[in-house]
Nanobody
Framework: QLHLVEPGGGLVQSGGSLRLSCTTS????????IGWFRQAPGKEREGVSC????????KYADSVKGRFTISRDNAKNTVYLQMNSLEPEDTAVYYC???????????????????WGQGTQVTVSS
């Protein structure tokens, strides 16, 4: 069992920045694909970004390309989601998810991930 923790959410004004973290104290995340997903009220959960465990390849949803950056610090056993130029439409609960990495490219599909954090609220005010 892998318990993920996601510190870093909060309230920010439009145009501002936040950095979310995804970490665990139980196992190394080095060999896991990590995905970030979000769910706004009344909407389905959507993939935001992912990073592969092998090779560190990344993917982004079109809605966040150029504004969000996913990265991993293996020494700190943490994956980050740097969110810049935030918009009210980015308001959602953000979840990180992990799955053992067997492919060179991660996927932004929720069913592909076995382990999930509890989520952190990100609110962007206009």
């Amino acid at each position: 069992q892998l318990h993920l923790v996601e510190p870093g959410g909060g309230l920010v004004q439009s145009g501002g920045s936040l950095r979310l973290s995804c970490t665990t104290s139980e196992l190394t995340l080095n060999y896991y694909d990590i995905g970030w997903f979000r769910q706004a009220p009344g909407k389905e959960r959507e993939g935001v970004s992912c990073i592969s465990g092998s090779g560190g390849r990344t993917k982004y949803a079109d809605s966040v390309k150029g504004r969000f950056t996913i990265s991993r610090d293996n020494a700190k056993n943490t994956v980050y989601l740097q969110m810049n130029s935030l918009e009210p439409e980015d308001t959602a609960v953000y979840y990180c998810a992990a799955d053992m990495s067997f492919q060179t490219q991660c996927v932004m599909s929720a069913p592909a991930y076995e382990y999930w954090g509890q989520g952190t609220q990100v609110t962007v005010s206009s």
